[in-house]
């Protein structure tokens, strides 16, 4: 998947925490911050840095955004973006069927972690 990974303040300190960083030294080495954003910094070979050898390095404390995937508002609240988003995610469509209620109340967790990127209607 293409884009940004963007952290919540909880997820920079947690992350830090589990690879053995100061969450200062951590946020230097591997964020980038801006007045409305934090997101890892992005390698040149790959989508995240964090991504070795075909897995999740910090899978256990993964960012909001990676855990919550592919329940995000923007993908659950289209069948055209959930349909396009399963083409490139091979887990997608498989195993069993989560409910409606159910993906829009994981969505929810991505609209309270990330408020400036989904601002209230």
């Not at 909001?64 to 995610?89: D, G, K, L, M």
Request: charged share 30%; aromatic share 8%.
């Amino acid at each position: 998947m293409e884009g940004e990974v963007y952290l919540t303040e909880e997820d920079l300190v947690r992350i830090a925490k589990h690879i053995s960083a100061d969450p200062i030294d951590f946020e230097a080495k591997y964020v980038h911050r801006n007045p409305r954003t934090l997101r890892l910094r992005k390698p040149s070979d790959r989508q995240c840095l964090f991504h070795r050898d075909g897995r999740c390095s910090i899978h256990p404390v993964k960012p909001v955004q990676c855990r919550v995937f592919p329940f995000w508002p923007e993908i659950i609240e289209s069948a055209e973006a959930w349909n396009e988003t399963a083409v490139r995610c091979p887990g997608m469509n498989k195993g069993p069927l989560v409910q409606i209620e159910s993906a829009e109340e994981i969505s929810g967790e991505m609209r309270r972690a990330y408020p400036q990127m989904y601002p209230s209607p």
